[in-house]
Structure formats: C-alpha cells, structure tokens
C-alpha cells in the first residue's frame, strides 16, 4: 500500500518522459491522476490506521526488503500515528501543487514536460522520505526530493532575485543536508547496531544506549542539520527568499510538506536514539525557536510583498514545532505533529493562492493593491481564510496544534510560552490582518480594475481541497490526536526514561572505548 | 430530548452559515430567509429549554469529546469537551441571544434591503449567532475560548462589511487587534489555571478549587487579571476601549446587536462564569476589576457629552454601562451585573435599532446637529427611542432603574464607596448626554433638507422597536434579578415577591441608592434641558473651553496608541528585527560567508595557474623543504 503510494508519482514521472513534448494536456493529466491516486490511497491508509491493533514493532502497512545486507540497509516503510497524517498531508498537497501546475502552462509551455517530471519525483520523494523506516532511504527520498526544489526554482522561478535565491537556497539545503548526513552517518557508526533500520535501532538502543560523548556530538549535527533544512533561527534566511522566486507548486510542495522532513527527523530519530543529548540541548531549542516565532514574526510585520510575507510567516510558524519538541512532553509532541500537518496545509494553500494571485494580477506588493475582494470573490475569500488560519483561528487545523503545544510546554518553559502565545495572537494577527487590509479592503487601484477570476471551476478545487482538510482537522482533532498520542508516547517514554540506567551506560562506554 | 434541544440551540445557526455559503449565495431573499429561520427556531428551542428543563437536570453534562490527550509526565489531563452548560446563568442568557437577535435579524431585512452584500450579511449575523451561544453554553474554559475567537472574527466580518470604505477596513482591523490583545492575557490566564488546578472544565475547576486552595491562592490574583484581560478586550474596557467607537463603521444592527446587546456583554458574562476563580481569599482582583469598570464608565460618560454622531453617543453610552457591569462585579456583585446586562441588551438595542431608524429616514445622516424636529416626522421611532431612553437613564420604573440600583446598592455593600459617588455622577452624566441627544434630535425645528424630509421606518423594523420598547418598560418587574440569584446563591427560602414588592423593591432595601439614583436623573434631565432645548449649535464648547476639546477628542487615547505606544514598542521591535535580519544575518553573516568562500577560492585559484613550470618549481620547493624538515635537524 505505502510502496503503491509512493512509487505511482515515482513510475508517472518514468512514463512522462516517453510522452512527447506537444502533449501539454496528456502531461497535466498524468500528473494529476498520478498524485490522484495517491491521495486516494493515503486516505485509505489514513482511515484504515488504527493505533490500537499495531504489530510487533509498533508499525502497520509494513514492508521490507533488504537491500545490502552487510551495511544493513533495507527497503522498509511503514507507518504509525506520527508519519501517517503526515503522509496524508503529502499526498493531499502533491495532489493539490499538480493542480496548481497551471499557472506554470500558461507562462513556459516549452519545457511544460520537464516541470511535471520534477514535481512527480518531488512528490515521489517526499511521500518516501515519510514513509520510509530505513535511515538510508530516509534521506535518499529526502534528497530526491530536494534537488528538483533547486532546479524549479531556478528555472520556472520569478523576480528579480531569482537567480542568487537559487544560489542560497541550494547551498544552504546542501550544507543543512550534509550535517545531517554526517550526523545520521556517526549516529549508525556509535550506536553499533550495524543497521540502518530505524525500528532495528530503536530496539538496540533501548537495551545499549548510546554513550553521552557521543550522543553530545551526534545531537547537535542533527540539531543544526536538519534545523538548517527548517528554517531554525538564525539559518532562516533562504526560506522567505527561496520560497519569494519559487513557483507556486514547488513553494507548496516545499514550504508545506518537505520541510516537515527534518522536523520528523528530530521527533523519529534524534529524540529517541539521542535522550540524554535531547534533554540537556531542551532550553537552547525552546530559546531558539523565540527567535522563529517572535522575531520573525516581527520581520513579517515589515514586509510588503505577500510572498515574503507568506515566507517569513512560514518560518515563524515552524517555531511552535521546535516549542513542542522542547517541551518533551506528550501533550507538546502530540502538538508539535499537529502543527506539522496543518501547517503543511496551510503553507500550500496560502504559496498555491499567492501564486494565482500574482497570475491574474502581475504583482504581489501589496501597496499596489486594494479592494480586490470584490474582483476576485473566491480568490479573496479563500486567502482571507487562509490568513485568519494562519494566525490561529479555531476552527482550523493549525489552532487546535498551536493550542496543544502551548498547553504541553507551559509548565517547563512558561516565559517562552508566553511570548509565544503573544506572537501567535497578537503579530501573527498584526501582519496577517495588515496583508488583508491592502490587497483586499479599500478601494480598488485604476491599474487592477480589469481583473477577474478564472471561470473554470476546477481552477478551484486545490484551493477547496486545502481548505477542507484544514477545516476537518480543525473541527475534529481527535481524528489526528487518537493516532497521534499512542506512538508519541513511546518516543516520549525513550526520551524521558534512560538516565534511570546510569551504569549501564557507563559499562557500554568503557566498551566501546576498549577498541 | 433536552440534549437534542440544546444542541439545536446551538447549531441552527451554523447550520444557516453553511447553508448560505454554500447554497443560496446568490438568492438574497433566500439567505435572509434561512437565517432569519434558524435564529427563530434557535430561539424557540430555548424558550422551551427555559421553561420545560426541571430543576434536577441543571448543570448535567451534554458533552461530546473534543480533545483528550493523557500525559502522564507532566501529571495533566488535556481534556476538552464541546459540552454544553445549561443552568440559570445560561438559560436567560441564550435568550437574551436569540430573542434580541431575532428581532435584529428581522429589522435587518428592512434596513439591509438593496445592499450588494445581502447573502454575505446574514451568513455573518449567524455565524455570530452561533459564536455568541458557544460562549454562553460553554461548560470550559478552552470551549469558550474557542467561540470567543470566533465571534471576534464574526464582529471583524461585520464591522468591516462595508470594506471598500478604508475607514471601515481600518475599524474592523483595529477591533481584532484590539481583542487580541486581550485574549493573549486570557489564553495564559487559561492556561496558569489548568497547570495549577488540572482542568479546564467549570465544574471540575470548583470541586478542584476546594482541595487546592493553598496552591491556587498563590497564582489566584494573577490568574484574574489574566482572564480579566480577556473581558477588558471583549468588554471594551479601559485602556483596551479604544475598538468599539471605531466599531460603529458596521451596518447599525449589527451595533445594536454585536456591539450593544449581547457580544460586548459576553466579557461581563464570562467574568461570572468564572466568578468562584476571581471570588477567593487572598485575591485582589476584584479590587482591580472593581476600578477599571469605575474609571471605564466615568471616562466614557464624560466622552459621550461632546460628541456628536447619534451612533458614537450611542457607542459611548454602552461603554459606560459595561463599565457598570463589569464594576458590579468587582463590587463581588455578579447578580447586579449580569441584571443590567439584561435590561441594557434590550434598551441598547431598542436605541440603536431607533437610532438606525432615523439614519435610514434621514438617507444616511449620523451627525445629530443636521438633524431637528424628527419627532413628528417618525413618531413611533420617536416614542419606542424615548422610553429606551429613559429606561437608560434609570427613571422609575422603567427596567433601567432597576438594575442600575442594584449596582449601586451593591457598592454599598461592598463598603466601594468611592465607586458608589462615582456611579451617582455617572448617572448624571448618562441621563444628561441622552437628553442632549433626545433634543437636538427629536425636539425643535429641522435643521437640514434631510430632516425636512424624513420619513417614518417601514413596518418590519417598526415591530422589533415595539417589542424591546415593552422589554426595556417592564424589564424591572419581571423577575429577573431573582433568576440569577438562584445560580450564583443558595437557594433563598420563601415566596416569590408580589408585584408590589417588587415595583418598591428598591426604596425598601437601599433607601440611599435609590433616592442617589433618582436625584441624578432630575439634575441631569433639568442640565440637559436648560441647555440644549432649542438649540440650533452646541452651546457647551463654549463654557467648557479646552475641556471641550479633551472630551470631543477623546482624551487623546487613540492619538497615543497611534502615534507614541505601538510605534515605540513593537514597531520599534519589528524595525530592529527587519535590520538584523536584512543587514547582519541576510547580508553580514550569509553573504560574508559567501564571500569569505569566495575569497578564500580566489587565493587559491593564485596557485592552480595552469603553468608547468610552476608547478614544477613548487613541487622542487616542496621537496627541498621536506628534506631540509627531515634532514636539517
């Protein structure tokens, strides 16, 4: 089932470059059906999932095949309560980005063949990185979906600044995914597991724990590693560029669900095999994401263009993440997933409507705009929704995991807590209800009074899409936290226990010393 | 059967939002139609739930599972129901909700007629409908946050409805911004309550409040003025205040409705929700409560008597009565406040409805100084305005009268008498701003072409004025004070007062409020009268010089938001954050990275010049340097 998930954009892309060049709609189509298909299936997994009824390793819809077997390298995915919404919310957005793909035909229907190759290996790449319970493939599938990032963006991107947000955006990822490499390289090195199986490592780990020397250098390579890949303060500054000269789908595709990756890495990996390392690197993290929430809340307070605005409100939002992770707490990673998957929504919809916005308008400054409410009635409506999400309206997705992970890190980080809680209601509300002022309320500028909306329902449904997965999870939390909470709590009992143990861990070091 | 009931209180209205949005947004008639309909039934089903629930199923739970997350670590429960809390605080409530809604709902068809955005207003109208019953049904603390949210974004909708007129845009901005600021104390007040205690939910927090009383006393002042921040946005109270003049730019039943009735009151009602929270020993912030409400209603009152469009009077006026409420509940006098609640939801609005009358009759005219003489072009506006305002300004023995003794009865006794003299000279002041409005209005000779010209209402909102004329009249000798006094006191042995009693209730139990009260109307009538009968120019501006200025401007509040607080603090934050971020992370850290690598490479780039014979002659160098290091020593 997962295998079908991600091999069918994977096998539409492999089938695509066989079609010919001229064949813009067969192209559309594949890649629509393709990521249609998947988010059928991943719905079916979804619903299917039941956290009561896993098996041995806690895992359901399992499959492995190995692979090379001296390195202990196998193919294995598999899904519990953290990666299956997670999963859900790839497969919707990748479903939804190939719809978006519109906007991309109608500026550059040359190389029409090439964008939806690469939006199906992203998508492809994606869904395996999250599927994937092999630390090998896990960062393979991460990387195949990261490099079209570099390319789309370099090729269908727009702005002036198109060319040196190429440049930052790729080496920045190249050298957060590089330190992570290393990071996950030592981590399988030190442990002595001798496999890249994630569950293989866990149920190692948990009878030989890693000695403190070298999880206290493990820890901080995935830290920053993959912190560099989420936009963690202060390596945040690629993100409102790249995602500024991105094309819309590659912005969904990335901002929404790529990024989610070295946050899952973070919950999946480093808290579980890393404890001790996690628990004294906790206050640095929860100061740290201050400096997503807060700061860079107040820098969007400050942008004038919707992208940047988007961008900067996107890293911002990655810091509540870091706050429910800091928190090692139930309630906090409980929250921390639930704000991954509906900001994953979120980010797509609002980059998929600035991207439709820009289309039919020619610009995204929003001292340009006005009053275009009116013009554009769906078009408004849905980014007026989306920006009310954005600054953590009940109802949607995202306050019911902002909320969580507030009542999750109160007790240990009160402070931090509370200025979250400022930013979330107070900027958040600032620099989204300013965004709609100018490009919706008031007048109308003389140079917009000619736009309208495109007629063509389906131009619509990504945008309905998003919309409704935000609302239904919003509405029914429990739809996400019922799956969510079992398999937390076994990360958050592997996090929290092991400095009961102290001597076995001083035996494993002397062991590991002696050759 | 009674659970079927109150969940149809509740979503009838949403049921109508999506109906509307989905369905007939483009039938006007339609959508006015549906959401007329779902407020009505709305308030049928209670009125049933008012008088058929026995007393027994009071406060049982109606409760669907939200969010149930266990966390053994930290020793807390995240259990959030939607559960619905029916008991005497809630039941009058939802009527007052839905009873005054639905008259609104139905003065809106006449008023909104024609408007391009016909739909959209009255799926907005129940969408607050829906907000404003989650709040009052609300049976905890995250529930009711969650509808709180919801009705400040309903009140956002409908304050900026008009949104291409930037001074709408710019309210309705202001109005949830302003909430926010609020709401931030509130949330944190939610949640230093829930790690203190371990519930949100209301009946838990009182059984639990019993048994850790020691632990709760120590956080107990903080934790009021937290949630109080909560009802001083909502509540428009002072320093927060400055949303809800700026808030008249809606449509005018929705400020009769959302900004006069019931969602401004939806702060007062929270504070008595959570009264047992604010009520322990060792807290002052009743104390604090107590004084904001106090400075809240003289600062308005005096505001109020030099403006000079009918609605922003009107606007000032509700100020400072929920500056009233929220002091009768710092006075420890929930019941006081939750009765003037209810006697001001149905003479505010019948002022307001009246108010939007003449504005419609005038084509859109606010400013009372371009009106004059209305009084026989709109008779019955003019008489259902008159008794909303005497029944504002407390004449015996008019439901105003009533309730706002009971206020100043309970300053008494809660030995506040600072803000029971406080309280008279509000009254005066309240009773000789609206006779100010009532004559230039109502009184003299025309002043302009449009109020030559002035046409009664039609009949759909005549009706709704006829019927809250009725409440505001009799809304003191229904029994109303009684009812919450069952919720929030043991029950009180005896008969129920006759009508007599109740008609000479006050001069009975409070002599000294009572006559107090009655004396400020007859001075403030008389002041009013002697100055602005006739009048064709305000003649106050004059006598009060630059006092006039201090007043008409507000006290220059809004200026030193704008232009000293917000741009000193977190304008200034966000500027120096943009800095840091363009010039030392974006440009100093990235870029000088990037050019350090780049220089770094051009240094190196020196030595791969692609010359044999330099490498050549480097790698000789190379060698008799490694010779000279081995061999030299």
Redesign the interface.
Known sequence: MLTAIILCPLIAALLLCLVPRSFVVVMRVVAIVATFISMVLAIIVFWRYDGAAMGLSGFRFEQQVDWVKSLGISYHVGVDGLNVGLILMGAVVAFAAACCGWEIRERDNERQKEFCILLLIMSGGILGAFASLDLFFFYFAHELALIPTFIMIGVWGRGPDKNYATFQITLYLSVGAFISLIGLIALYLQSGAKTFDIVGLIAHVKQHPIPLRDQNFIFPLLLFGFGILISLWPFHTWAPLGYGSAPAPTAMLHAGVLKKFGLYGLIRIALPLLPEAAQSWTNVIAWLCLGNIFYCGLVAMRQKNLNWLIGYSSVAHMGFVFLGIASLSLIGITGAVLVMIAHGFLAALTFGLSGYLYQTTGTLEMDRMGGLLRKLPFLGTALIMAMFAGCGLPGFANFTGEVTVFFGAWKQFPLVTGIAVWSALVIGAVYMLRAIRNIFHGPVPEQLMAVAESTWPLRKLPYLVLLVSLLVFGFFPRLLTDKITPSAKKIIEMANTPSATPVARVETGQVVSVP | MVELLAWLVLFLPLLSVAAITIFTRGNAARSGAISITAVVFSFICGLVLFYALPESSMGMPIQI??????????G?D?HVDIGLRLDHLSLPMILIVTGVGSLIHIYSWGYMKGDPGFARYFACLSLFTFSMLGIVLADNF?MM???W??VG?SSYLLI?FW??R?S???AC?KA??TN??G??GF??GI??T??TLGSLNFRDLETRLNVHSVEFSAVATAVGLLIFCGAMGKSAQFPLHVWLPDAMEGPTPVSALIHAATMVAAGVYMLCRVFFLLNVDGSQALQVIAWIGGITALMAALIAVQQNDIKRILAYSTLSQLGYMVMAVGCSGPVPAMYHLTTHAFFKALLFLGAGSVIYGLHHEQNIWAMGGVRRKMPITFWTFTFGTLALCGVPPLSGFYSKDSILAQAIKDHHYGLFVLGVVVALLTTFYMFRLFYVVFKGRPRTEAAEHAHESPSVMLWPLFILAIFSIAGGLLGIESLYARHFEAAVAGTEPGFWDRLLEPFNEQLLAASFGVLAVVFGWLWARSLYRNKAVDPLPEKLGWWSQLLRNKFYIDEFYENVLIPCT??A??????F??RWI??TF??RGT?NVTDVAGRLLRMLQTGSLQMYAFLLVAGVAGVLYWVLGK
Do not use: T
Request: aromatic share 12%; charged share 20%.
């Open positions: 599972p939200w969010l149930s997350i266990h966390d053994q670590g930290l807390l995240l995250l946050f969650i509808f949210e919801l974004v900026g949104y291409e930037p709408a845009a710019d901005k949830f911004l926010r600021v709401d931030f949330l944190v949640l230093l829930w790690a977190q304008d934050l966000a500027r120096v954050a943009d840091i971020d992370i974006g850290a990235v990037a």
